[in-house]
Structures are given as C-alpha cells and as structure tokens.
C-alpha cells in the first residue's frame, strides 16, 4: 500500500482484501495488529424492538466515565402516541451518532466547525495515517475529543443538531491560556473498551441486546448481518435520526414500528435541542 | 513519513465514507477489528489501565444478581452483569449499576452515633463501637435476665440467605422471638396462597420454553422480585421466538407498552377475570388432555382421591356464575376479550401466568392467586418446561448457628390492632405493617429495645404519620436502635444509630431463584473495605452473641460464609471458597420440573412414628412433628412439618410438600385449612367493602414503582434520582378535565385518612377512573438527593454544585392505611379511593 494520506478508493479495497486479524488481547492498545489491515468502521445499532426503557444504559455510562450530574451520554426518549385505550408507548434510544459526514465534506458538523480539528500528532490505524485533533474523526469512524488540544471555543456543542455534546465541569482545559474554563464530554463509542477489543459499557449492559456494536467493514460481524437484513444503511431516512441533516449516522435503528418518525424535537433550537438530550422518567 | 494536511485527512476521509456508502467495502472479507461480547473486563477511560475485576451479587433489590465488580486504585467504579451467571447472562438493571452511588453516598453514616437532642430534632454524636456494642448487649442482657427476652424486637425490612441465616439465627440465639418482617408489604398474599395450594412458595415463569406470556399486574420489564433474570429472557422469546405476550395493567406502565396487547382492567378485579377465565375452560372444555391429567394431582372436592370427572363436576358448579359477561361488569374488560384471552391461554402450550402486586394488593389478594392456581392447573401448566414451576435456587449448607434453649415471643406480629375490622386467618409472613399500630394499642411495656435492620418503618408502611407518632413515643419505644448505612427517615427518629457495611463491602452466600430451573450458586465479596467505621451487621451480632456468653465457629460473617460455602456439596467438590471467590457462581447443570411426580421409596414409611392419614391422603410423622395429641394430620398443629408423601392410588409420591399450613400432598384447588375456618374452600369472589359505596367522583389510587427505584431504598443513589427526581400523579386526561386540572398542575390528593400534594402528571397511559402515584419519593430526611437535605454526618460532594433539581416528590403511603387481605393480612396497598381537586 503507498504510504501517507493520498489513500485511494483502490487502496482502501485492497486493505480490505486482506486476511482478518482477531485483536482483543489483554492490553493491546491498538484495533489493529496487522499493519496490512485498513481500519474497522464501527457502527451500532439500536433494535427498538427490543428496548424497554429500562436506563440500564444511560446509569451504565454514566458509571464508566463518572458523569456529572445533568450530563448525560446515553439516553432515553420515550414516544407516546394514541388515545386511551388505543394509546401506545415505545422508547428512542440516543447517543452519539458518530456521524461519517457529508460524503463530499467527510466529517461531521462539530469535527467540521472544531478550530482545532487537526492541530493534534498524527497517528496511524493500520495502514491508514490520520491526525488528531481537538474534536476529530478516526479512520475506524469514532468521533473523539482531546482535550489537550480543546480551546473551549464550544462551537462543535452548537454545531451538532443532535445536541449530544455538554460542558463538563469535572474536567478543565488544559490549554495554557484556557485553564479555567470545562472541557466538552460526550460518548465515545467506548473507545478506551473498543481499542482493548471489548465492547461499549452500553452494548455489555442492555439486559435485552438492544444495543449492537461492531465492523460494518466485517460482513460476518453481527452489525452487518443486521445492516443487511433490515436494509439499514440504504434506508437512513427511516433507519437514522435527522436524516435531513445529511451527517450521515452510523447510530442505527431497526425500526420495524416506525417510532424514529413518531419522535421529533426542536434541533434547531440550541437550548432545546440540548434539553431534549437528557434523561428523565415522569 | 508524509504529512497529513486537513486537506488530505479530508480526501481520505471522503474516499472510506463513499466506500461505506455503496456498500462495496463488504464484497471482501473482512477488515480488522473485532470486539468481544460479555468478557467480564474493564478498562479506565483516563488511563487505559485494565480494572480489577472481582465476582460478587447485587443487593439493590430482592433479585440479587450475579455481577462483577471493578475496582481502580482501591475504589469502586463500575459494576456489570456476570457474564458466566445462568440467572443473569452477564445482565443487571439500572438500580444495579447504580450500586456505586450506595457506596459513595455523601450522606452515608460512617461512625456509630447516639441521639443528643430530642428523638427526631437529628442531633447527634459520635460514639465508638465499643460504647456502641455495649450499650445493647447490657440492654439484650437486662432483658434475658429479667427473664423477658422477648421485649428486645428485632424488625428487619430486608434480610436474605445467609444474612437471614446468620443475624437472624443469632437474634433467636438471644431468646427472643419478636422478629418482624416485610414481606405483608411485598407480597404476602401470593406466598400464602401458594402454601394454601401447592405447598411452599414462590413460582418461576419458564421463560425460555414458554410460547405464550400472560401477565397479570405485574410490571416486570421495570421491577420485579426476580426483575432481571425474568425480563431479559422475556425480551429474547418475544423477539427471538415471536412469543406473544398480553399485560393486564391499572396503567400502562413501560412492560404494558412493551406487550403485545395491554388490557386495562379497574384496580383489584382481577381475580373476577380469573374465574371467568375458569369458567370459558371448564365450559368449553379445553382443560381436556393436560389439565384433565394434571387433575389426577389436585385436590377439588373433600374427597382427596375423587374422580377426575367428580372433580370437574364439582369446578363447574362452582365456577358456573363467574361468568365473562359477569366478570366484565366488574372489571371493565370486554367479556370477548375474557374468552378469548382465556382460550389462547389454555390452548397455547406451554404457557405462563405471571400475576403479582395488581393482582393481590386488594381485599381478594390471596384468593386471587389461588384463582390463578386454578387456571394453571386445569391447564396444566404446573411445574412443567415452559409452564408456571416450583422455583429453585441454591441449597446452601449453613455453618452451625447457636440456638437459645429458651424462646419468647410477643403475640403481634400477626393480627390487626383491637378496634379494625379485620381478620386474617393465614398469616403465614406476618402482618408487619400492623406491628406498629399494635405497639399503639398495646401501650407502653410492650417492648424494651427495638432495632430495625435494613428497615425504615416510618417510610415504608401505610399511614405515615401514625408510624411517625409511635416512633417518637419513648413510653411506646424505649430504646431504638437503627442499623443502617444511611441516614434516613426511620433512622431519624432512632436514639443509636449503628453504620452498616453496604452489601458491596460485604460477604454473602447467596440463593435467588434461578429462571432456568436448574439452581445457581453465587456469593457476594466486599469489592472495597467498608468506608469509615461500618461494620456487617452480621460482625456486629456475632460479637453481640459471645459478649452474652454465646459462642460461634467464627469470629466475623465472612468466616461464617466460608465455612458455610466448603461445607456445601457439589461447590465443596469444585473447590469451595477459592472456587467460589474466583467464580462467584457454580451450578450443577440440572434443570428441576415435575417434582410432586417423584416416587418415595416404601421405606419412608416404614420408619418408625410414621402413620396414614386417611382424610388428607398423606402419610406422616406427628412425632418428628412435635405433635403430642393427634388430632389428624389437618388439625394438628404444625403437623405439615411432620409430612413424608402422599398417597395417590399404589403410588407413594412427593407430591405438593405443604410448607408453614396443614395441606395436603395434592394440589389444593379447594383447600381443607380455609374450610375449617369456615371460609370457602373454592376461590370466592368478594367485593373489598370500601369500593361498595364508591362515589361518582372517587379515583382509585394505585401505587407502582419505576424501572430506576427500588421501594423507599434508591432515592439518594444521584445516577438514578437525576432521571426520577420526583414522582407525579398520573391522571387521564378526562378525570382531569372533569376537574379543571392541566399537566403540571399542583392538585390535592385526600382518602380517608389524609390528603396530600403533589403534581399531575396527565397521561393517555392512565386509565380512567384510576390515579397512580409510585413509590420511591417524597423522602424528608434521606440525604441530598432524596430529599434535598444532607443528613447531619453528610459530606461535601464534587457533585453538589450539579443538583439541578429542585422538587423531591410525595410519598403516598401518608394517605393509605395499614390494613389487611382477607386471609394472608398482605397490606392492601391498592384499596385507597381518592377524591381529587386542584391544589
């Protein structure tokens, strides 16, 4: 494969011709062990179905990253409909949508509005070079923060129409100029458990497999099958939040009741938009 | 190596995305990067390291799940399911994962403290645990002395396996029998009715091999006393296998919504729906087959060895009047919907019949569940794969527990106080919440010392204020003491106050019923040291016992569990407590069905003292019983402690081994015991008397919990009371309207006992006719984030500047009385009738 940046169409194929390397081994730190291997592109898909609101999610993430109170990463929404007695409830799920971004930009709105989305050192995954940034987007398709590099500017918490990103209190800036003001949290896709091969504290704790995670880029991953038989990827009208927004999810919803369509919220609306991302039963 | 521009990062990440997009990346096979499912491992988000991980159970609900535990430089950080456990596939709730927050509890009591100021003014000081210890073993010893032993009550909310074993053994090892429970809160009713039927109590749904789901008040995707390991099974057969599942609810709560038809029905009449249920199987015959079967096995007339067509016969007559049409006047559901719910249920097999708190917090509780007995076996859905089975779970060894030679106890814990109405004649788990009301009636002198353990009374029983007047009253209560690792709001009104370890800091065998049938093993270890200066109870208790002169084989409740652990066959032969603390879970692979088919050897009884019972069928040992004048085995006291087997033609079978009531070895759908206390040996339909009169304007209340609380025990866990900071009354829109009330509304909730506030929550998930207001909230001295008070030991908490909400919510049992079914005496927690207005 050549080296550097200028990846081809070709090359990425040819990287995905070659042989599967299993990795989670006790304390390897990286996806990928073969260098001859591109990058995995994680998704996860929410089966509503299968979700009864139980939070089990929402307290799990907030367990594995000691969230402050008001802030969440994970939660729920529940979608009522009807007139008693024909009324009916059923649960949206939401998180980071890890978004690929508009296929001629490539990122998402808050990578894209980040300032110091490249200022970061360059890494390789696999074969695949990338930079890093504040906010910045990983070949294998999470969307992380460094907040080594964060100014606190907040314009990617404005610039996501999902309003999943909060400021932190328990963290500080640690940019020299910017020590007193909070960093941003959002979810990672567990990237710290994804990169020691296990799966996001979420997906271990849904008590009813609501939650799938894995390579879209593996066709035998349990991801992909579903993404095949519900026709996930080709439909993200129906299968993703606010398609209209062209950030291309890679949060998807087996939806077989059309429940995404039943839930709505004011995203553009920045304060409405993050009130709606927060959990709370009535 | 090239540098990477923001201009080249974006090429790239432009090409992988169109990749994705058409798809053409899966042609090949696979890409790196895999993640594995259920590993039991953690790592630390900040630096990477792995956690330590270490096997323990969970202990923020009666379920009491397998789990792991994840410790990073010595504190506690995460918990998840155990992946390796059969009840829990790796699975715990959100109140489960919240566990942490018990631990961390910045309003957590950390040292023994004794009442400065006037009982319930909350003033306090630090004493140590040896003036602790040794004020109440002088008091127990007092007692003892005086030849009153049974003055000291010992009143736990919540206490299983080998902390039942070993507190409660080594609080009878001090000769008192005054031990109060919990369970008339829980579900008493159904326990009892099970004993009246088939011996024994608890049912486990068969989950697994089940093909059709019928649920009737029981939330059991949000709570529930085997919560977890029942609902993720539930989920799986619905999606996996297409199981249908239809909920009877007051509401619908989040397990109504998730089934496939919820059918609203009027508080406490579902008993009247079992019976017509009855009634479509006897008339149309579809108890033909297996329940004609099973009926060889039941008890349906006096006669225990009557025809099979007798015994149907005599079903029918009785079941006759108790038709769809009729049920349906009472309980709002459409009797075509009875029928046809009735003939799926009887004709999908194998089925389950979940029932639980809407079914029996009512007048007809107990009678209720005997009704749902009924259906199940005319079905024959009784102990089999996929049916409704006798539960199973770990048959522990106990190391020796010291017994007193002498044993007193206080005559209350079983009846209503002098001047209510009410009898219960089988209240088999106690009538606690009347334990209070009766201390009243009995006036002062009853008891000396009190202690409650893991029990908050004035919280946690109907009529709050009366709870709170009795707790106050030092004539009535001379001496209390609260063990508990939280202040709160029972504590508040103790006079000591000893700091409990969390059960996260603690040792435990453990035995929850097992969904699989099979029965799984698992303890509990203290994943950190207890914080501050909280002791296991059980410690405490143990060097209670030897300051009294009572010895143990231990020195602490851990050692206790040890041996207790090595000496249990089949985990002995595993390895034990090193096997145990490694694993946390062992089972021996066996699923357990048909269990009243079991043969018994002739031998058992040909044993010496064992005699046939001609009336009851059943051979047993009156001296084993200790029953010193044989009335027959129905009427002689304690006589089912002496059962051996039944006789069933030439067979000698286990049969239906009776458990705390003289039953028979059969099924007893019509029940010898209510008989001869002059009830109805068939189940009865009886109206509860406060709905006779019920006014136009009267709402129902109901209680109900909520998927992120446990009863009055969670609200301070800030993880779960950031999601339900307060509970609201749920009110349809037409009872609303009807009263000028809009969401949000602040209104006035009155019974006949008190009114209270609270908001409105109006709702097309309520019914009309009915308001729902859950428990959890409302709580005035439970710390920060229950009541937005901290407790007077409490610590400042990086959190504290986040609690961004401001109202608690309203406990409505300050408006629903103690009072009792009509056999079991189970709190009637949903009889209450409310008038409603606008605050």
Known sequence: ?282 | MIQLTRRNFMKFAAASGAVLATGEGMKSKALAGTVQTQTGRDFSPTTKKERQAIPTACWQCVARDSMIGFVEDGRLVKLEGHPKSIRGNGHICARGMAGINQVYDPDRILYPMKRTGARGEGKWKRITWDEAVTELTDRIKKLRDEGHPEKFIFHYGRMKASAAKLIGGLVEATGTGSIGNHTSLCEAGKWTAQELTWGGHFDNWDIDKTKFILNFGSNILETHTNHMPVAHRIMNAKVDRGVRMVTFDVRMSNTAAKSDEWIPIRQGTDMAVFLAMTNVVLNKGLYKGDGEEFLKYCKCTEKHDDTVENKVEALKKHYANYTPEWASKISGVPAAKIEQIATEYATTKPAVLIAYRGAITTYNGTDSERARMVLNSLTGNIDNPGGNCKAVGAGWASAKIPKSETKKAKDIFDGAPKGQPESYPFPTHHASHQVLPRIKASGPGTFELALWYCYTPAYANGDVQGNIDVLKDEKLLPFVVSVDPFYGDSTHYADMILPDATYLERYDWEDMVDPTQIGEYYIRQALVKPLGESRDFGDVMIEICNRLGIKTDYKTKEEYVQQSVDMTPGVKEAGGWEYMKKNGVWNDGKAKYYSYKKEVPAEAIKEAGVVYDEEAGVYWNPEKAHVTENKGYFRSKNAYKGYVATKMGDKLIAGFKPDKINKSGYMELWSQPLKDVGMNPLPEWIPAPEHANIAPDDLHLTTFKVVVQTHSRTANCKWLSEIYPQNQAWMNPKDAAARGIKDGDRIKVKSAIGEMEILAHVTENAQPGHINISHHKGHWAYGRYASGKKSPVGADDPDDANIFWKGFGTHPNWIIPNKGDRIAGYQRWNDTLVKVTKA
């Open chain 1, 1 to 282: 494969m050549k080296k550097g940046i200028g990846i081809s169409r070709r090359d990425v194929l040819k990287a995905g011709g070659a042989t599967a390397t299993v990795i989670a081994v006790s304390g390897a730190s990286a996806v990928v062990a073969n260098a001859a291997e591109g990058p995995p592109r994680w998704a996860f898909i929410v089966d509503l179905r299968r979700c009864v609101g139980c939070r089990t999610c929402t307290v799990s993430c907030k367990a594995e990253f000691d969230v402050p109170l008001g802030r969440w990463r994970a939660v729920i929404k529940p979608v009522d409909w009807g007139i008693y007695p024909n009324n009916r409830r059923a649960f949206v799920p939401r998180l980071c949508n890890h978004c690929a971004g508009e296929s001629e930009k490539g990122v998402p709105p808050c990578v894209e509005k980040c300032p110091e989305a490249q200022s970061g050192e360059r890494l390789k995954m696999g074969d695949v070079r990338y930079r890093t940034g504040a906010t910045y987007k990983r070949p294998d398709g999470m969307i992380l923060i460094d907040m080594n590099l964060c100014i606190g500017c907040y314009k990617c918490i404005d610039a996501c129409p999902y309003g999943v990103r909060y400021i932190d209190p328990s963290v500080k800036l640690k940019r020299p100029d910017r020590e007193k003001d909070f960093g941003i949290g959002k979810c990672t896709f567990c990237e710290h458990r994804v990169d020691n091969g296990i799966e996001p504290s979420c997906v271990q704790a849904c008590p009813h497999s609501a939650r799938i995670f894995g390579d879209m880029n593996d066709p035998d991953s349990k991801v992909s099958k579903l993404i095949k038989e519900f026709n996930l990827d080709k439909n993200r009208e129906k299968t993703t939040l606010l398609p209209q927004e062209k950030t291309v999810p890679h949060v998807f919803y087996i939806d077989p009741e059309g429940v995404l369509g039943r839930y709505k919220f004011d995203y553009k609306d920045k304060a409405k938009k993050q009130a709606e991302f927060r959990d709370n039963i009535v």
